[in-house]
């Protein structure tokens, strides 16, 4: 962001404050694309006007925004992994052996499957 022009991180922090203003509005129930629209259209005029004078802290708010907005992301990401190996009892770190895990057992497979290697 440090290299990019003042009209740029307006319309960058336009763009992430119409996001945050989407996530708001739709979880308190009175999301509108007519507000929105107006939102965006007010808010990027008047970081255009102002973007020289208001550069570094575009800058400052594009750069938390980002770091905010993918640490939610990795979060999500994360917690949906956790959630569907725990719906396929998946256990990663194999330390437990269970009755319902879907892991071969390779004590029960028969003695001729297993080739020896030198």
């Not at 994360?78 to 071969?104: A, C, P, T």
């Amino acid at each position: 962001m440090e290299l990019s022009s003042n009209r740029f991180k307006s319309f960058a922090v336009t763009i992430g404050l119409s996001f945050w203003f989407f996530v708001i509005t739709t979880t308190i129930g009175i999301f509108s694309t007519v507000y929105l629209g107006a939102f965006f259209v007010v808010t990027l005029l008047v970081s255009q006007i102002f973007s020289k004078q208001l550069s570094k802290g575009l800058e400052k708010f594009a750069i938390f925004n980002t770091k905010f907005f993918l640490g939610i992301l990795f979060i999500t990401v994360i917690s949906i992994y956790g959630i569907v190996f725990r719906i396929l009892r998946v256990d990663l770190l194999r330390n437990k052996k269970k009755n319902d895990s879907y892991w071969l057992k390779i004590d029960q497979l028969p003695a001729d499957r297993f080739l020896k290697q030198y």
